[in-house]
């Protein structure tokens, strides 16, 4: 099987099981084709920006991060979906960070500028007086939508809603910390090219438009899980702690192999000390006062990160009778939601 992923470091490290530092797919069966991350699906069905041979004078020497040059000209020559439909790949699998990040308008079309990248080019210096940044997220959806209907009619000719897969993201607001305690995602982590927690509710709603109108095969576990800095230097919203790779891993895999019929996945594997990898996150440090008050925030705000809280509760002190109470809790909750 041949797979095409259309979005972010969210899907490409859930295919490599957690290895940040991989690349292709952690699977013998598997097989990348194309990883093209920063590219906005509503923008990717605007007319390009410049003249081609503009694009191509735009060097990597130029950026910030040289590795990006590929993208930023895919960006701005709008050859994602040209891409995407001449490939040979069996499956897309997609995730929507980047609908979160803002945009370049420019005379009567935008375009992604590639996580800011662009606005270190001559390029931009040279056009700067005629372009505006926009981010989607703070738009009236009537203005934008249209264009995400346009992309996935071009995209389903290819791809049917039996072989796309959406991997479903909402950006961090918490994380653990080295010293075992649970704390907000700090500011200076949510720029206008990273994940933003602010932009959730927007991007959710766009997320469930596209499952209602367009039935792909769904992932939703990123609203489960939160950052780790055991894991990760960089706090970015859209750096998860392992277990969310391993549990999205298998079920890309699944689904991939023909192996569920589940078209929408959302259950996390906690509680359960046989699953892939338990006995390595154990070994992080977990502070149990503070994960005690914090369990109790996110019930009161209704966010179910307040499960993931209580699973490493139960992991790291399941005798404590607080704990045992927030499970009874737990049960009576979903057994009154199923109802």
Known sequence: ???????????????????????????????M?????????????MPPPFLENEVLEITAEELWDKSRINSLHQC????????????????????????????AIFKETAFATCAHE??????????????QVANFMNLPKWIWYPYVDIFFEKIMKKYDSDHIILNRF???????DKDGRIKEIPDNFKNP???????????????????????????????????????????????????FYRETFTQLVKIIQGKTDNRYYSEPDFFNITRRGYEEDRQR????????????????KEDFLWVNVL??????????????????????FFIEDEV
């Open 1 to 31: 099987m041949r797979v095409n992923v259309l979005g972010s470091c969210i899907s490409r490290i859930s295919l490599l099981d957690g290895d940040s530092s991989g690349h292709g797919i952690a699977h013998d069966e598997i097989e």
């Open 33 to 45: 084709c194309y990883f093209l991350d920063k590219q906005n699906i509503a923008l990717s069905v």
């Open 76 to 103: 701005l020559n709008k050859s994602t979906v040209k891409l995407l439909l001449e490939s040979d790949a069996d499956w897309l699998v997609m995730d929507l960070f980047d609908m979160q990040n803002d945009f």
């Open 118 to 131: 662009y606005l270190q080019t001559a390029s931009f210096d040279k056009y700067k007086n005629d372009i």
């Open 170 to 176: 909402r950006s961090n607001t918490y994380y653990l």
């Open 193 to 243: 090219f990273q994940a933003n927690d602010k932009y959730n509710q927007p991007l959710k709603e766009l997320e469930d438009y596209i499952i209602e109108k367009y039935n792909p095969y769904v992932i939703d576990l990123s609203q489960y899980f939160m950052g780790d800095a055991t894991y990760w230097d960089n706090l970015n919203g859209a750096h998860f702690e392992k277990e």
């Open 285 to 300: 440090i977990f502070d149990v006062e503070n994960g005690i008050e914090t369990l109790e925030m996110l019930i009161s």
């Open 311 to 332: 699973d490493k509760l139960d992991t790291y002190a399941p005798n404590d009778h607080r704990v045992k109470q927030y499970k009874t809790f737990m049960n009576d």
